[in-house]
């Protein structure tokens, strides 16, 4: 939404908007003069007037306070997917979809763009690394395209006018909104028929989803560092400074966009290899005090979970020590099992409770993360796996736990990241 509201600023839209409560993104808006910002949602921050329009994201419910009082006048109501389609038409568009890469993919092409001249706008799910925001819009006629993640969760990818679709990878995570990975197939089915050129991961089951032409990518024995990865494409050699097999694929993908965007080869490559990665995507924030690194990553699915501890590992630490707080019940019960699974990779693992979003614990009786905590030990074989369902207790654990040598992971879609910013006495993204 941040993003958003930085692309209509850049319109020529006076924007203002509510959260729940101060964030880096919202204090960044209002120090940017974009965005006169309200911290708890009330009727009274719907500004005056006839021709204002409210956007809500897929979070804030139909009860809302802003929402009642926007209908109640007799205002537009609109999802977020409205306003992201408006934005698309204006702009030849590059869309990124897909379970997991989205941010990163998307991130990298922005680089590659930016590296070629071709000055592109661009929204993001989060910062995209050598201190750019998650947003930009380019002025007037200074740039012909705009990059953006195409957002399965709720639909939203459906509504976006797209020029080149990137598919990374098609696996049901979104539970409420799909009912089965036959249904999201066919989600992405339509949003690849939308668009007149797809780059797609080379899988069968992805060749199904797209009819026509398509170029289909993948990485032949890359060679993963520490700290990064090497691979051959297009007879040029590729090194990355982000470090797992999972981040050579988001490349390989990221290059074929934006060579059929106009960037030159041996540009893209090296626009790529200056990228060190995505806000919350691995993010190295510090040391504790004793010595332990640690990394801040938004994975919130078993698949990511496990590349982000596979990607850890490369970088050959004593001990690797795992924090997961889980997001949204839904997903904890029904991957309950591949959770426990992945997070025993790890040598340690601190479990917490569920970060609910949308939903409601007593929806969902019996699910928490002690759920996870009881998966996890059942794979862990010799790793230690620890319960602590609050930050003051996991910080508490933590504090003892950790020690030079160490790397760390703290991991989830949630707030989880500000005890990790915690841990190394850091504040701010």
Request: proline residues 4%; contains cysteine; glycine residues 8%.
């Amino acid at each position: 939404m941040s993003g958003y509201a930085r692309a209509a600023h850049a319109l020529g839209a006076s924007v203002s908007g509510s959260d729940r409560t101060s964030t880096p993104y919202l204090e960044r808006l209002r120090a940017e003069g974009v965005l006169d910002a309200h911290i708890g949602h009330a009727s009274a921050n719907v500004p005056a007037g006839s021709d204002v329009e409210l956007v809500h994201s897929s979070a804030v419910l139909p009860k809302n306070p802003e929402r009642l009082a926007a209908r109640e006048r007799g205002l537009p109501d609109r999802p977020r997917a409205d306003l992201l389609a408006e934005l698309s038409s204006l702009r030849r568009t590059i869309a990124v979809a897909g379970a997991h890469g989205k941010t990163t993919t998307s991130s990298m092409i922005v680089h590659i763009l930016r590296a070629c001249g071709l000055n592109p706008s661009w929204l993001v799910g989060s910062s995209i690394g050598s201190g750019l925001e998650n947003s930009h819009w380019a002025p007037g006629d200074l740039g012909d395209w705009l990059v953006v993640e195409a957002d399965e969760s709720d639909r939203s990818m459906l509504s976006l006018h797209v020029d080149i679709a990137v598919l990374t990878n098609v696996e049901l995570d979104h539970h409420a909104t799909f009912s089965s990975l036959e249904e999201l197939r066919e989600a992405f089915r339509e949003f690849l028929a939308g668009a007149p050129a797809a780059v797609i991961w080379d899988r069968p089951e992805l060749h199904q989803l797209r009819e026509g032409r398509a170029i289909f990518y993948d990485l032949a024995e890359p060679h993963t560092r520490n700290g990064g990865s090497t691979f051959d494409w297009r007879g040029h050699r590729v090194s990355l400074s982000v470090p797992g097999v999972h981040n050579a694929l988001n490349a390989l993908g990221a290059l074929e966009a934006s060579v059929l965007a106009g960037a030159d080869e041996r540009q893209a490559i090296a626009g790529l290899t200056a990228f060190t990665g995505a806000a919350r995507r691995f993010q190295l924030l510090g040391k504790t005090p004793r010595g332990a690194l640690v990394y801040d990553d938004y994975a919130h699915h078993p698949t990511e979970v496990a590349a982000t501890l596979a990607a850890a590992r490369t970088l050959e630490p004593e001990r690797l020590v795992a924090v997961f707080q889980p997001h949204l019940y839904s997903r904890t019960a029904l991957l309950a099992e591949e959770f426990g699974a992945a997070l025993a990779q790890a040598d340690a693992i601190v479990l917490l409770d569920v970060y609910p979003a949308r939903e409601r614990a007593e929806d969902y009786p019996g699910v928490s993360g002690l759920t996870l905590a009881d998966t996890t030990e059942a794979y862990a074989g010799e790793s230690q796996v620890l319960w602590r369902a609050s930050f003051e207790q996991a910080e508490v654990a933590l504090a003892d736990l950790l020690e030079a040598g160490d790397l760390c992971v703290v991991m989830g879609a949630g707030d989880v990241d500000a005890l990790a910013r915690r841990l190394v006495g850091r504040d701010g993204v």
